[in-house]
């Protein structure tokens, strides 16, 4: 299939039907979603056999990649245009939806989604103030995977510990070369990671919702930006400086990483199949262990749903964009063409379908991976704040002041917790 280049823009707004509409309750409905090229194929046969079902209903899809998507609707939602379904991610809800009035209450079409097909505890997650503001397609979590031909020339068995993980580094760099790290990783995946080390350490969430503030101290921020300081030194992962003269491309798509020279990830485990269709053959991605701190209480997982699809509050067809969604996300049809396409569903009407048709395996790395993550101790929930985008960002620009030789980590430990503070009162207030 010609692989279809999709960046910040938004595709010309493709009508996936060329039937006129002339009967009186004919509607067009707009949907958007973010992806790479193997999402956007799936999600648009499965509308093309929405149509089929539901011939009144014309859908426009409006899709894009990662990058631009979310200042794209802040600008929709802001003005009223958004569409009227909406893929939608969890920590987007203290942005557009802090009182649960920012999406269409889904509550209110209850009678068009099987909404029994989720478990009550699931959709408590996406629900403010008793109001629904998505379904959860499904749950996700970072975990670890690596490149089975890279570690194998390497001779190094996957770390369970992090001593492991950070001893790995220089075998890697003594048996392959400088080129060769265990793993990469964006700057958000980074974030999570040292979170996580964090957590298992000090047994405390990032941040308290009932302060409204962060819980680490001075020293522990130093300590945070430390253990990314070792992580680098140790050759576990290249930096940013590295990682970025490869140009703004995905990471799955760059030289390294088809190669084999970048072994390994911290990922999603609801995409990372897109990770592992892009390795150079016989390459594959085996899920690792999780590496715990002796006697870590939680692992410090970031467990959320992986991501919701909503409804617009603009919206003046909730009806049909419930019959959309429940189409997606509980049919017969829909649910076979989408597959695990965005991990594994939460419809246990899904489930049940695709494990019966095959589809849901245990050796699959998304499936592998979800399992792994609810088999680990996850007391601690990491509050959807930490994972504002504008304190992503400012992490990743404190990383880059490390990896350029600008700020000391005393330094950039100091500015990022004076920034993040101040974005964090704005955003709670």
């Known amino acids: 299939m010609k692989k279809v280049l999709i960046s910040t823009a938004i595709a010309s707004a493709v009508t ?6 002339h009967a009186a309750d004919d509607v067009t409905l707009r ?18 056999e929405f149509h089929k079902q539901h011939p009144n209903i014309t859908v426009k899809a409006e899709y894009t990649g990662w990058d631009g998507h979310l200042s794209r609707l802040t600008t929709q939602i802001a003005g009223g245009t958004e569409p009227d379904v909406m893929q939608t991610n969890w920590n987007w809800l ?44 499904s749950v996700t979590a ?39 790290y265990p793993v990469v990783l964006e ?51 290249p930096d940013t400086k590295y990682y970025a003269s490869f140009g703004k491309s995905n990471m799955y798509e760059m030289k390294p990483w088809i190669a084999g020279e970048w072994g390994g990830t911290y990922m999603w485990n609801s995409t990372i199949t897109k990770y592992s269709d892009n390795l150079k053959p016989p390459a594959k991605l085996e899920l ?61 009407q899904a489930v049940a379908q695709l494990t019966q048709d095959g589809v849901i395996k245990d050796e699959d790395p998304a499936v592998a991976g979800l399992k792994l993550a609810q088999s680990l101790p996850t007391t601690l929930s990491v509050s959807p704040y930490f994972d504002d985008p504008q304190i992503v960002s400012q992490f990743g620009t404190a ?31």
Not at 16 to 21: G, K, N, R, T, V
Not at 31 to 48: D, I, P
Not at 401 to 426: H, M, N, P, W
Request: proline share 4%.
């Open 16 to 21: 996936l039907c060329a039937f006129p509409s």
């Open 399 to 429: 990383i880059q002041y490390i990896d350029y030789g600008q700020k000391s980590v005393e330094e950039t430990a100091a500015e990022f917790q004076r920034q993040a503070e101040r974005i964090l009162k704005r955003a709670m207030r």
């Open 288 to 348: 690792g262990a999780y590496p715990m701190l002796p006697g870590a209480k939680d692992a410090g997982l970031f467990f959320k749903p992986a991501q919701m699809l909503s409804i617009g509050k603009s919206t003046k067809n909730p009806k049909q964009a419930a019959e959309l969604i429940n189409f997606l996300l509980n049919s017969k049809e829909g649910v076979a063409t989408l597959g695990l396409e965005r991990g594994v569903p939460l419809s246990k």
């Open 31 to 48: 949907m958007s979603w973010w992806g790479g090229n193997g999402r956007h194929q799936v999600t648009l046969k499965a509308l093309e």
């Open 94 to 137: 203290p942005i557009f939806s802090k009182k649960g009035d920012g999406f269409y209450d889904l509550n209110q079409v209850k009678d068009v989604i099987d909404l029994s097909q989720f478990d009550p505890k699931e959709l408590q997650t996406t629900t403010i103030d008793g109001r629904l503001n998505g379904i959860p397609i």
């Open 142 to 180: 970072r975990v670890f995977y690596y490149n089975n031909e890279t570690w194998s020339k390497a001779g190094v068995e996957y770390p369970k510990t992090w001593d492991e993980l950070m001893a790995a580094g220089k075998a890697f760099e003594a048996k392959l070369g400088k080129q060769y």
């Open 187 to 237: 700057h958000q995946d980074t974030l999570a990671l040292l979170n996580s080390y964090m957590v298992q350490k000090y047994n405390i969430p990032a941040v308290d919702e009932k302060t409204k503030k962060f819980t680490y101290s001075k020293e522990q921020w130093v300590e945070f930006f430390g253990m990314y300081k070792k992580l680098v030194d140790s050759h576990v992962m």
